[in-house]
């Protein structure tokens, strides 16, 4: 069981380019997050959804985008990169009932 | 809204000395609260948690007890390892969450000298 999957690991970007975090689930979860971890500031949400089909904006959304074609995958768009979304990303997953989230092992993206 | 706020870190204690690590939250109603752990190089994971005021959640010799006197949910332990090094985390998700959006404190970093 693998979890939540997250790829790439590490990524370096320049500004202005885009790229896009793919994020995974085997667990057949509704819910999915999206939240960056900057240091000292614990995580801020930036996009969930409830379902196939279905997302919403957290608290920081600006320069990101988010689709929900399947269950299994959520991936996480940045289409201009700026220094400002250096961060580390962590995907998460859970569903109704459990009030516990999976976290994937993270993205580390910097933007030079 | 909804805030948790934790005990500034970094926190360096030896082997086998007494930690607490101090949350107080804000909320309306009675949220569930949580702590989760993150090692270093990987995402967080559930520590422990409770749903209701005066729960008591507990894992891997962890502790901590929801107050809703004090709307506090302080983190415990007896005796503490190197390997319970790690980045700890206090969250909550209000009541009525039909989302399961957790709010999630800063974060406090435990280092455990041997």
């Known amino acids: 069981n693998a979890g939540v999957t997250q790829t790439p690991k590490f990524r370096i970007l320049k500004i202005g380019q885009s790229m896009t975090l793919q994020c995974a689930q085997d667990m057949n979860h509704n819910y999915m997050y999206w939240y960056r971890q900057d240091p000292g500031m614990g995580l801020k949400l930036i996009y969930y959804?409830?379902?196939?089909?279905?997302?919403d904006k957290g608290e920081v959304p600006n320069g990101y985008n988010v689709s929900r074609s399947t269950t299994e995958d959520f991936p996480l768009r940045l289409e201009l990169a700026a220094p400002s979304q250096t961060s580390v990303y962590f995907c998460?997953?859970?569903?109704?009932?459990?009030?516990?989230?999976?976290f994937g092992s993270g993205t580390q993206l910097s933007v030079l | 809204g909804d805030s948790v706020t934790q005990m500034e870190g970094p926190v360096t204690l030896s082997e086998e000395a007494f930690l607490t690590i101090n949350c107080t939250y804000t909320a309306t109603g009675y949220p569930s609260l949580f702590w989760y752990v993150q090692y270093p190089g990987e995402g967080l994971q559930l520590l422990l948690k409770a749903t209701k005021a005066d729960d008591k959640g507990s894992n891997k010799g962890f502790e901590a007890t929801y107050r809703k006197e004090t709307t506090s949910f302080h983190l415990e332990k007896g005796s503490v390892q190197v390997s319970d090094s790690a980045v700890y985390f206090c969250?909550?998700?209000?009541?009525?969450?039909?989302?399961?959006?957790?709010?999630f404190g800063k974060g406090t970093k435990l280092s455990v000298i041997p």
């Open positions: 969250a909550l998700i209000p009541i009525q969450a039909g989302s399961y959006q957790l709010t």
């Open positions: 998460a997953s859970t569903a109704p009932g459990v009030e516990k989230l999976f």
């Open positions: 959804s409830v379902g196939a089909g279905i997302t």
